[in-house]
């Protein structure tokens, strides 16, 4: 199971919207550099400006609205005539490139260490990977959890609404970051696993 799987109700919400950017011209790439430029410039700003702890709220409402867009670019594409092999590149290598920039401010955080902040990073990186080599296989484009790309946003989400509260965290929550590392790990292990039986290949090593 994955938030991912919620995806097609909020597509529908956002349909309206879809068509009237289309008819403003809006294409689906400009969507996708968009949310990733303001994904790196929010997240390299809490990183290196260390703002008050205040300002990590920031962070769930842009995960909230990058969802949006990432909803938006793809409906663009598909529902519009705008895919293109441009466009795949860019939809996987932004995620990726998000991410790593929103995960990046926590490392800042006590009491996670950013030895596994860093791990997250990594292995959200190869998780969309694997994902993304679901075709080179014969199967489709993998977003299997129980750590996808939604589950990640609602996580840290979370995590930013808390600090900007002021919350203390308590000790113990320095093994949130590796657990999410090996909930991250399993995410790829279930992708790979899925592509091979949809592919119809049986695993060998």
């Known amino acids: 199971m994955s938030i991912y799987e919620l995806k097609p109700r909020f597509q529908a ?4 919207l879809v068509v009237r950017l289309h008819a403003a011209g809006v294409t689906a790439n400009q969507v996708t550099l ?4 303001i994904s790196v410039a929010l997240g390299l700003w809490l990183f290196f400006a260390a703002p ?3 300002f990590f709220a920031l962070i769930p409402l842009w995960m909230f609205l990058r969802m949006a867009f990432n909803a938006i670019d ?3 594409a598909r529902e519009h005539g705008q895919q293109s092999a441009l466009g795949a590149f860019l ?3 932004t995620d990726v490139l998000s991410d790593a920039a929103l995960y990046l401010p926590f490392a800042l955080v006590a009491p ?8 997250v990073i990594v292995l959200a990186g190869l998780s969309e990977f694997t994902g993304a080599l679901g075709p080179t296989v014969g199967a489709s484009r993998r977003y299997d959890g129980p750590m996808g790309k939604s589950d990640r946003a609602f996580v840290f989400g979370a995590l930013g609404l808390y600090v900007a509260l002021g919350w203390p965290l308590p000790g113990w929550a320095g093994w949130l970051m590796p657990l ?4 991250v790990a399993w995410t790829i292990v279930n992708r790979i696993r899925r592509a091979l039986a949809e592919a119809g ?5």
């Open 52 to 54: 008050r702890a205040g």
């Open 34 to 37: 968009a949310a990733c430029a």
């Open 13 to 16: 919400l956002l349909r309206p």
């Open 180 to 183: 999410l590392a090996a909930l």
């Open 74 to 76: 793809g409906m663009l």
């Open 91 to 93: 939809n996987e290598l």
């Open 112 to 119: 996670f260490h950013p030895f596994w902040v860093g791990t």
């Open 201 to 205: 290949t049986r695993p060998t090593l």
